[in-house]
């Protein structure tokens, strides 16, 4: 790893990433996780993403939102490679991006993600693993991004 001054701890999910944006944190466009999935693609090309967090990348929620964008993720990490600033990163994205991103439908995915039947069982697995199968207010896999992340305590 590159950066020395990234914030790690170890826990029962292996080397888990406390200084990375929420999955609820929204980009300038409006789409929630978004700023979370360009930061991982930064610490990836860095070479300081821990293998705790490779074998989901681009799978998982980057995965969901390039499918809601009907794009491929190698074209999101393209425009974040080749890109010099945030400001460069962002007019890749927007010209990438076809028109209407139906922000709303998928950021409603993002929050209730974790929340039907079929899926809460895997959610008090996670949460188990967490040690905090007893915590009613983990609700969705955000919740659980958060808390593993220490956002939420």
């Keep these: 790893m590159k950066n020395k001054d990234i914030v790690i701890k170890n826990g029962p999910t292996g080397s888990?990433?406390?200084?990375?944006?929420?999955?609820?944190?929204?980009?300038?466009?409006?789409l929630l996780h978004l700023p979370r999935f360009i930061a991982k693609i930064k610490k990836f090309l860095d070479g300081d993403l821990p293998e705790s967090y490779q074998r989901n990348f681009t799978k998982g929620?980057?995965?969901?939102?390039?499918l809601h964008l009907g794009v491929d993720a190698n074209d999101i990490i393209e425009c974040v490679k080749t890109s010099k600033s945030d400001h460069e990163i962002n007019i890749k994205l927007d010209s990438l991006f076809s028109g209407d991103l139906k922000a709303s439908t998928w950021n409603r995915k993002v929050v209730q993600?974790?929340?039907?039947?079929?899926?809460?069982?895997?959610?008090?697995?996670?949460?188990?693993?967490?040690?905090?199968?007893?915590?009613?207010?983990l609700l969705?896999?955000?919740?659980?991004?958060?808390?593993?992340?220490?956002?939420?305590?």
């Design 140 to 153: 969705s896999f955000a919740d659980i991004i958060d808390f593993d992340e220490e956002k939420i305590t």
């Design 16 to 30: 888990t990433m406390l200084d990375l944006p929420s999955p609820y944190e929204a980009h300038s466009n409006g």
């Design 113 to 137: 993600m974790g929340m039907s039947d079929l899926a809460r069982e895997k959610l008090n697995e996670v949460k188990k693993n967490l040690n905090a199968k007893d915590r009613d207010d």
């Design 61 to 66: 929620f980057d995965g969901f939102l390039c």
